[in-house]
C-alpha cells in the first residue's frame, strides 16, 4: 500500500519553463491538497480539490494551476517557472467521516530548484 | 483566516527531560488540531492529534493538551530521546485545509 506517490522527486528547471508535479494516491480519498514549504515558513497551501472534477485555491495559488481529473490523482503545473518557485512541495490526502475530515497523508515531497 | 502562531522556533534538550511546543489560533471555529513530524527529507508524519470535544490525549511518552477558550494546544513530549529530534509542526482546521504552524525544530542531546 503506497498512499501518497509523488514524482519527480527532483528536479532543476531554468526560469520560464513550464512543469507538471504528479500526485497519486491510493487510499480512495476524496480530498487533495498541494502545500509548499519554505524554510521558516512551514506549509503553505497552494491548491486543493474537494473532489473529482473540483479544484479551489489556498493560501498562495498565483503561479500554479490543478487539475484533478481522476479522483486518484492531483496534478500542479507551472507554467512560467520562477525563482520564487524554488520549494518543497507536498501533496497530501484526507477523507471525511460524519462530517470530520481524517486520515491527512502527506507524500515524500518533491525538491524543486528553478535557477 | 484561520492565524497559527507556534513556539518556540527551536527547542534543545537533553536526552531524558521533556519537551514542550506550544500552539495558538485565531478561529474559534476550528475544531481539529494535529501534530506533525518531519525528519530530513521527508513528509510530514501524523503523530497525534485532538478534537476540540476532547481536552488531553496521551499516547505513550506523547500529549497533546487543548484549552479551546484560550485557542491554544500543546504537545508534550516526556523522557525524550534521540530519534526524536526532528522538526514538529501544529496545524488547525475546520471545515477548511489544515493550516499550518511554521514549525519548531526539536534537538534532544545525549
Known amino acids: 500500500n503506497a498512499g501518497v506517490t509523488q514524482t519527480p522527486k527532483f528536479r532543476v528547471l531554468k526560469t520560464g519553463q513550464s512543469m507538471t508535479l504528479l500526485c497519486a494516491q491510493d487510499?480512495?480519498?476524496?480530498?487533495m491538497y498541494w502545500y509548499r514549504q519554505d524554510p521558516g515558513m512551514g506549509l503553505r497551501l497552494i491548491h486543493y480539490s474537494v473532489g473529482e472534477g473540483t479544484t479551489a485555491k489556498g493560501e498562495v495559488p498565483d503561479g500554479y494551476n490543478v487539475s484533478r481529473l481522476k479522483k486518484q490523482n492531483f496534478l500542479l503545473g507551472l507554467e512560467s517557472a520562477a525563482p520564487s518557485q524554488t520549494s518543497v512541495y507536498f501533496c497530501?490526502?484526507?477523507?471525511?467521516?460524519?462530517?470530520?475530515?481524517?486520515?491527512?497523508?502527506f507524500g515524500s515531497g518533491t525538491r524543486l530548484t528553478v535557477v | 483566516g484561520e492565524n497559527v502562531e507556534q513556539h518556540p522556533s527551536t527547542l534543545s534538550v537533553q536526552e531524558g527531560d521533556s519537551a514542550v511546543i506550544k500552539c495558538t489560533y485565531s478561529?474559534?471555529?476550528?475544531?481539529?488540531f494535529p501534530w506533525y513530524k518531519q525528519e530530513l527529507g521527508k513528509g510530514p508524519q501524523l503523530i497525534i492529534d485532538i478534537r476540540s470535544n476532547v481536552g488531553e490525549k496521551k499516547d505513550q511518552r506523547i500529549a497533546v493538551t487543548l484549552n479551546k477558550t484560550a485557542k491554544h494546544f500543546s504537545l508534550h513530549i516526556t523522557e525524550t530521546q534521540p530519534e526524536d529530534s526532528a522538526v514538529y509542526f501544529c496545524?488547525?482546521?475546520?471545515?477548511?485545509?489544515?493550516?499550518f504552524g511554521k514549525g519548531t525544530r526539536l534537538s534532544v542531546i545525549a
Open positions: 496545524a488547525v482546521s475546520g471545515n477548511t485545509p489544515l493550516v
Open positions: 478561529d474559534s471555529a476550528s475544531n481539529y
Open positions: 497530501a490526502s484526507s477523507y471525511a467521516l460524519t462530517g470530520e475530515v481524517r486520515g491527512y497523508t
Open positions: 487510499m480512495n480519498h476524496e480530498y
